[in-house]
Every structure is written in structure tokens, then in C-alpha cells.
């Protein structure tokens, strides 16, 4: 059982001070190896704190433009020699390990002075235990150590402050106040309950669990190992995915990992074979309440403002189980999705972290252990932070430490908890140098493609940044790189929408993008196709709204893209009108089939199955709500109309070979059934896929605002066309697994409408 909220007593005082931080004063005395204090940690704050009990200050150091605050609380007990044996320790490996003389913690800081190990045990309820670590002897190199004898194997927390040099104009940002995360632990522990208001200032603390037994796989588990040009990927959010009262859970496994688990199911009847996870490694979903702000009633649901880079989030766990439990029902939700033929591709974010910017920073860790090696500095203007990932500060990522520490949290994903591959955020940050200026071999991205442990993974760049480094077509890849390809989904959207001249784009991009991806070995499933994600309209918003509507989010419509080339068909936002709700069904549709029979790896956002709607927000990453959470009651609504047209058409994907081909399309691989590529107010295309055994695919798509007469090849010999997919028509004519023959020589095709033929005998 891990330590309680209650026993770590820092709620009261905290929610009462907004966006402070504590720092203790503590007793001097003579400098020996090993220093150690043991004082109270933060006691309850009583509604008459004077009531004749001894005072004593703690001073709570403001954030910037805050005026410093005095707060009296009961004296604390400071104990000089506490029952604590400790020895030098060492100072490999970083973070918490067990070694034969007791519990070893390692910690890197170049430019510190002063290290505190500070641990709270179970057992001692709520006294702290401040370690001061001795350079001459607890040091090697840039590296902190120190070994404790005869802690517990489990149920201790940890943290650490740091002090060191006060110049700012240096990148310097030590503050010997604050209490400070260990990069490397691998379990966090703080508020347990997901959204927790009433716990909002909650402190975090690393711990770990040398009690637990291995975990089991399971005797006949193993990787399910698809090849990437096999893969339909499902971006989703873990607690999005069961939040909502109408996944009909127990309300103690809503928004979990195992939430997650009992919903296997209706991915493996969609038809998708990968999940890619949004951020799963340990956040702060209230970070945005703080401190007043025009956001500070927005809870953070995305997950997009890393605390520690090795923890899995532990506010998944169910019922409130805190970071051990959350461990293993991650693994258990991996373990389940495997069983299942599902991969797990996480979505990670190495290019910033939680602690914000100089103006308003939300010290938690690296900031405080050594702000100019984990983070890129403007020694040019004061030594401010770079900002090249829009959150106000930018990870050091190419710096020998930092990219250790990547490259450690990577391979711990993979051989602790199996994952089978990683998405990463912002990539272009990774490929910059520690000044900022653009690298044409990252160090980093080199490593992460040839690193033995991460061979077998799915490695894909999100490949720009918010400094304006865009590079879809040219992120440096050693050919193991797949990117998000952007150009893709904003080609597919105009061509289907009906702008003029995107015929020969929207074809190139179908045929698996050669222009962009046909250089040295790389091959179309290193363009992850994609026409909806996380950031953005949902696909039901983006035939429903030509403008975004992002008001709910307290920035004044200023956040979220302006350039969605969405079309509302005729209405913006909900309306009652029949002719647009077929249009917007049917343009649904369209953006599907063109997704499904795209060359490359497709990718769809959940939710996107039964036509999920945010009202327009496009940049909702704020609301524990509805507006983000899967709607299983809507999803029974559209079963047997969009979703079984979704499930069908990715089913069919997966059972044609042709979709899905290692090398670029050959000449004799298409036909093109187009002689006027020139002709701008073109909006047909048309083509056909040949199969070795001659069960040839046609298809069309007229994004004309009118019919159109489409001439139909003659069908290899002994073969007929059957129709397979008419976007025009209802369910469950839309989509026949089987086919319907019959097809003549002229098909009418309606406006804004798709068909698939198949040759059969």
C-alpha cells in the first residue's frame, strides 16, 4: 500500500497558497561526509496557527511578479543524527537502484554546489529526511550519489534540492528551495485521482518498488511484429477513450488502463492493428490552475507537458492506485492489446517539458538541476529559453546528457513495458543543436535509428516544429524515420472538399507521396497518411465548420490553426437540414475511402468511427469532458451506418494486397484513366490497380458539384466488375463485403462521391 495524501499533508497548505513553492529553512551545523536533517514536512495548516504553540517561518519563494509571502506553521523538529547509514554510493546508474549495501540514488547536475536527497518512509509518517550530499565524497564527475543502508524496498518517496550558481545571465535557475523530481525515477507518485480539484497544488515525489515480482507475459505471449506497410493506426487517448458515463464501467475503471482493456473489443472490430497512445509518461493535468491565468479552468487532458520522461501516468491506474499500480495495469493493457494483434506506438514529447517558461515557471525538476544543459539558452538575449516547441521552453535534445537520458527513457519503454514503437511530437526539435540552429545529422535521431534495443520498433516524426522548421519529406531518416506526412492530409482535404487544380496532388499523394519519400531505401509506409488527428477538426467538424470555434478555451479563438481547408457543406455547425447531413455523411465517407486506398500507413483519430464532434474547437486539449470524451452511446447510434462503413472499408484494406505494396507504385502496377492532368478545373479522378491474379480495383472520386458519366475499363479476361463501395448510397448498400455485379460500361457517379470496382470472375 503506498503512502496516502493524508500522510503527506502538503494538500491543505498548498491549495491555500496559489502557484508557490516551499522552501524550508533548515538548521546550520558543521559540514561532515554525509549531513542529514529530519524535520516535519509541511504539517496541516490550522485555522489558528499561534494557539500557543511555538512559531517558526517558512518563506515560500514567489513566482515571477509575486511579492514574497511569510507564512507561520508549528515548529519542526530538527534532528542531527537521525538512524540513517549511508555510504558514498555510485553514480552509475542514474535514478534509484538496489545495490548490495542498501538503495543507491545517482543524480547528474554539472554546474551544482549543493545536492539534498530528501526521502519520506512510510513509517516515519510525516518527517522528511534530508540527506546533504558531500561533493569531495558523494561526486563523480557531473554525477551525485549516494547509497542508503537499510531502506525499505518499497513505500518511500523521494526528491531532491539542488542549489548551485545564481547567475542568470549563465542559463542558471537554481533555487535551493524548491523540491525537485528525479529525471530518472521511474514511478511518480502525487495526486491520485485524475482532476482532483480540491488537490490541485499537489506536490510530486519519485519512489519505487523493489518488492514486486516480474511481471508475467504470459507463457504463449509474444510481439505481435506487423510490418509497418501493414499497419492501420487508431490515435487515442487512454482516459478519453472510457471517461464518459456512456462506456457503461464501473466509475473506479473509467479513463484507466483497464478501462482501455474492456473496450479491446470494439477496436478488433473495427479493424485496426495499431494504437498510438496520446502522452502516457507522468503529467501534471492541472498545471494549467496554478496560478490565475485566462486558461486556469482548463484541465490539461492531452497530456502534451512531460513531468518525467520514464513514469507512466499514474492517475490511469484505476481506482486511484497511485504509480505502482498504474505500472502494472499499463502492462497489462499492453499485454491485453498484444493478445489482441494490436501494436502499442506511444506518443511522446521530448522536444519540451512541463516547466513552462522564464515568466511563469513551474519548477519540477530539470529547471531546477540544471537549466542550461537540459535546456536550450538565448545567450544572446540573457540567457532567456528557446522557444521552439510553443510551450516555453525547448528540451537541450542533442546534448550528450539529454540525449542519454532520451535514449535511456526509450529503451526503458521498451523492455519494461514491451512497447512496439514511438511517435514523437514536435521532431524537428530533435534535430536542432544546443543553440537552436538546425542540424543536417542529429546526433539524436541517428542514434534513436540505429540503437539495437529500439530495432524492432516504429519510430515516427511528427517532422516540423513551432520555430518553423518544417521538413515532411526531409527528416533525416537513415531510412528507419517514418514521418507524419502533413502535406498528405492537407492535399486529400482540398481535393475532396472540391478545390480546383488538386487533381494531379491528390493523385501523387494517393500513389504514396514518391515525391517526398522515394530517396534511397525509404519506402511509402514511411508516410504515415493521415487526414485527422488529435490537434484539429474531428473528421465530423471538418465537413460541419469553415471556421474554428475555439472560445471555450479562454484565448479568444487566438490558439488552434486558421488553415483547416474544412467545409461546412452549406451550414456552419449543427442544422436540421437533410440534403447537408447527407452531403456531410457522404463527404465522411469520401475522406475515408481516399485514406484506405492510399499507398503508405493510414492513420485515424478515434472517435472518428461514429462521427464524433467537438462544436468546432480545433485545439481542445483542455476539457475532461464530452467535447474530448468517446461517446459510446453516439457510437451504438451510427453501428450499423458510418461505423460498419468504416470497419468494412478498413477490412477491405487489409485483404488487398494492392493498398499496401513495399516499393512505389510501377508503372504496370496502375492505370491512370485520366488524359488532361492540365485541366485546373478538373475535380474526377479515376484509376485502376492491377493485381497479379487479376482481381483488379477500380476507383473514382468525383468531387464535382454535379454527376459525372465515368466511362469503366473493360475487366480483365473471365472477369466482371462488382461494385464494393458507392459513398452515394445508404447503408448497408454503401459498402458490400461480397460485391454487386452487374456493372455496365457507364457508371453515373453523384456528386462528391467515391466507388470501388473489383474484378471478379
Known sequence: MMISHSTLCTNTLLSLIPGLRPIIRLKSSERSSVKSYQHRFFGEVRQELSGG???????????????????EEEASQVLENPSMKVLPGQAHPL???????????????????????????????????ELSLDPEVNKTGDRWHICVQDLPRSNVLYVYRVNGPKDWHQGHRFDYGNLLLDPYAKLIEGRRVFGD???????????????????????????????????????????????????????NIRGSYLGLIEKIPHLV????????????????????????????????????????FFAPMSRYASNGGGPINASLEFKEMVKALHSAGIEVILDVVYNHTNEADDENPYTTSFRGIDNKVYYMVDFNNNAKLLNFSGCGNTLNCNHPVVMELILDSLRHWVTEYHVDGFRFDLASVLCRGTDGSPLNSPPLIREIAKDEILSRCKIIAEPWDCGGLYLVGKFPNWDRWAEWNGIYRDDIRRFIKGDTSMKGSFATRIAGSADLYQVNKRKP????????????????????YNFKHNDANGEGGNDGCNDNFSWNCGFEGETSDKDIKALRLRQMKNFHVALMVSQGTPMMLMGDEYGHTRYGNNNSYGHDTALNHFQWGQLEDKKNNLFRFFSEMIKFRRSHNVFTREHFIGKNEVTWHEDNWENTESKFLAFTLHEENGGDLYVAFNAH???????????????QWFRMVDTNLESPSDLVPEGVPGVKE?????????????AKP
Open 95 to 129: 535514478g534509484v537502484s538496489e545495490v548490495e549495501n542498501g538503495t543507491n540514488f545517482a543524480i547528474f547536475s554539472q554546474s551544482a554546489t549543493a545536492v539534498t536527497l530528501c526521502l519520506l518512509l512510510h513509517e516515519r509518517d510525516q518527517e522528511m529526511i
Open 269 to 308: 472490430e473495427l479493424g485496426v492493428n495499431a494504437v498510438e497512445l496520446l502522452p502516457v509518461f507522468e503529467f501534471d493535468e492541472m498545471e494549467l490552475q496554478r496560478r490565475p491565468n485566462q486558461r486556469d479552468h482548463m484541465i490539461n487532458t492531452w497530456g502534451y507537458s512531460t513531468t518525467n
Open 746 to 758: 457507364m457508371y453515373n457517379m453523384a456528386p462528391y462521391s467515391s466507388i470501388i470496382l473489383q
Open 53 to 71: 504553540h511555538e512559531l517558526s517561518s517558512i518563506t515560500y519563494a514567489p513566482r515571477a511578479g509575486e511579492q514574497s509571502i511569510l507564512i
Open 197 to 251: 480539484a480540491s488537490n490541485k497544488m499537489s506536490n510530486f515525489f519519485g519512489t519505487y518498488d523493489f518488492d514486486c515480482l516480474p511481471f508475467d507475459w504470459g507463457e504463449n505471449y509474444k510481439l505481435p511484429n506487423i510490418h509497418e506497410k501493414d499497419l492501420v493506426i487508431y490515435e487515442m487517448n487512454v482516459r478519453a477513450f472510457t471517461a464518459d458515463e456512456s462506456s457503461a464501467m464501473d466509475p
Open 525 to 544: 509506409c514511411h508516410g504515415i497518411n493521415f487526414v485527422i488527428a488529435h490537434d484539429g477538426f474531428t473528421l465530423y467538424d471538418l465537413v460541419s
Open 705 to 719: 458539384d454535379y454527376f459525372v458519366k465515368a466511362a469503366i475499363p473493360s475487366p480483365p479476361h473471365t472477369r
